[in-house]
C-alpha cells in the first residue's frame, strides 16, 4: 500500500540515505570523470573512435569516413580526434571476429542437436557486379522460441555457379560448426542457381513465399498492360486485376 506520495525531493533524500548517493548538483568526482572522459576532461581519442565504428557499421559508412574533409573540420571545432581509417579497419574486423564467436556460443548453446533451416539469397553488387550471398538460420529453442539469425554476408569471389554457391554453404556451415545432417530445409527464391545448390546438397527446398507472390503480381499487371505504367497510373486501377 502507497502511504505517501515521492515528489523530488524525497526521491533525493532516499537516494543519498539509501544509495549514498551525493546530490545532482555536485560535481562528478575525478573517477567518474575518468571513466567518461578518458582523464583529462576532454572526451578520450579511443571513446570517440568507438562511436564512430558503430557508426559506420550501423549506417554502412565507408572507413574513409574518418579522413573526410568535412568529418575532420567537425572533429576539430568539438576539439575530439580518431584513428584513422586503417585501424578503424581493424578494429571492425576484431568486432566482427568477436561477434562471430559469440555467435558460435550462442548456437552451441541454444540450437544444440536440433533441426534447423536456412535461407539464402544471392545478388549482384551494382557497380562491380560482384556476386553476393547472404544466409539466415531459422530454428525453434526447446523452450519453442523461433530464432533468426544472420550467418552471413559474403561475396564468392567466383562466377555465380550452382557449384559455387554449394561450397559457400558448406563454408559457412564449417565456421559456425553446423552439422548439414541437420538441416531440414533450404528456403530461396526461383534462381536456377539456388534450385541447383540445393539438389548438391541434396536437402529439401521451399520456394520464398514473398517471392512467388511478387512474380504473380508482375504477371497479371503485365497481361493487363500494367507493366510499362507508372504505380500513379497503376494503383487507383488495381480492383481491376482482380
Known amino acids: 500500500m502507497v502511504t505517501a506520495c515521492i515528489g523530488p525531493n524525497n526521491l533525493v533524500d532516499h537516494m543519498k540515505r539509501v544509495h549514498q548517493f551525493q546530490s545532482i548538483n555536485s560535481q562528478p568526482t ?11 576532461g576532454a572526451i578520450s581519442k579511443e571513446r570517440t573512435t568507438k ?15 574518418s579522413e573526410a574533409a568535412g568529418f575532420t573540420t567537425f572533429l576539430t571545432d568539438l576539439n575530439l580526434s580518431v584513428e584513422g581509417r586503417t585501424k578503424i579497419a581493424t578494429r571492425i ?15 552451441r548453446s541454444f540450437l544444440k542437436d536440433f533441426l534447423f533451416s536456412i535461407s539464402v539469397d544471392g545478388w549482384s553488387t551494382s557497380v562491380r557486379k560482384t556476386p553476393m550471398y ?3 538460420i531459422h530454428f525453434l529453442t526447446d523452450e519453442f522460441e523461433l530464432v533468426c539469425l544472420p550467418l552471413a554476408v559474403q561475396s564468392i569471389d567466383v562466377s555465380k555457379t550452382a ?12 565456421t559456425y560448426s553446423l552439422n548439414l545432417e541437420r538441416l531440414l530445409c533450404l528456403t530461396s527464391d526461383e ?14 527446398r521451399v520456394p520464398c513465399a514473398p517471392h512467388r507472390l511478387s512474380n504473380v503480381v508482375k504477371t497479371a499487371f503485365e497481361e493487363v498492360g500494367f507493366s510499362s505504367r507508372s504505380k500513379d497510373e497503376v494503383l487507383p486501377r488495381v480492383p481491376l486485376v482482380q
Do not use: H, N
Open 163 to 174: 557449384e559455387a554457391v554449394k561450397e559457400w554453404i558448406r563454408k559457412v556451415f564449417k
Open 134 to 136: 547472404c544466409m539466415t
Open 30 to 40: 575525478s573517477e567518474q570523470k575518468k571513466a567518461f572522459f578518458g582523464g583529462s
Open 51 to 65: 562511436a564512430l565504428v558503430r557508426m559506420i557499421i550501423r549506417d554502412l559508412r565507408p572507413f574513409s569516413v
Open 191 to 204: 534462381a536456377s542457381v539456388e534450385e541447383c545448390a540445393t539438389k548438391l546438397l541434396k536437402c529439401y
Open 93 to 107: 574486423e576484431e568486432m566482427f571476429k568477436a561477434c562471430r564467436e559469440s555467435l558460435r556460443g550462442f548456437l
